[in-house]
């Protein structure tokens, strides 16, 4: 079956302005979580959803992160006044069970600020 | 702080040799340890995860080691073959209510070498 899929696959943008990625999760999977990947890193937690709602979004590294799941489906991670420091790969990942331990991971969206 | 640390950084292995990566994590809750492994331009691909009550799990040519005492545990890659060239990740997850993320090790690049 299609696993998780996200757009744009590369996002370039210029310092100070606004950006959406979206991630689409593997069907039927109620729990959906953002990562970022900076360069030589491991993904880094940032938002977690289950269904609508943003169960824990203690990774979110200022308020000009946020993101939404309306739908309990697709994902939108909005990022305000970009800064150059924002340039990383965005990884989405679902899972089917609450507890969510089996992650599967999409293909990430590398955003470059410039 | 780094809850999970990996190494080594970058590995060469010969064609049919036997890849070992090692990671020493800090939080005694963690109870879940996944390895992914993530090629270039890709998103991370679950491999295999292991639970503490178990101190061995195979998948084919892929072992999990784990010592719970030592807080250690290693992904042992028999017969490591060219196409097995890529960043593994190890991480650790705390199943319990409230925890949903996953905490990365920092990677190793892996070059099988014909």
């Known amino acids: 079956g299609a696993g998780v899929s996200q757009t744009p696959s590369n996002k370039v943008t210029e310092k100070g302005k606004y950006v959406e990625l979206r991630c689409d999760p593997i069907s039927g999977h109620t729990a959906l979580y953002w990562y970022r990947q900076s360069l030589g890193q491991g993904p880094e937690f940032l938002i977690y959803f289950q269904g609508t709602g943003a169960a824990d979004d203690s990774g979110l590294p200022n308020d000009r992160f946020f993101a939404v799941r309306p739908e309990g489906s697709v994902s939108t991670l909005k990022i305000q006044r970009t800064e150059r420091g924002d340039s990383a790969v965005y990884l989405c990942a679902s899972s089917s069970r609450r507890a969510g331990d089996e992650q599967y991971f999409g293909p990430g969206t590398r955003l470059t600020v410039t | 702080q780094q809850q999970v640390k990996q190494s080594p950084q970058s590995l060469i292995v010969q064609k049919g040799g036997i890849s070992i990566i090692n990671c020493a994590y800090e939080n005694t809750a963690f109870d879940y340890f996944p390895w992914y492994q993530q090629f270039p331009g890709k998103g991370p691909a679950l491999l295999i995860a292991?639970?503490?009550?178990?101190s061995e799990k195979k998948e084919g040519r892929f072992t999990i080691s784990f010592n719970k005492s030592a807080k250690q545990f290693s992904l042992h890659i028999m017969d490591s073959q060219p196409g097995d060239s890529a960043t593994y990740f190890c991480a650790a997850k705390y199943s319990g209510a409230g925890s949903y993320q996953l905490t990365f090790g920092k990677g190793t690049k892996l070059s099988v070498i014909p």
């Open positions: 292991i639970r503490p009550d178990v």
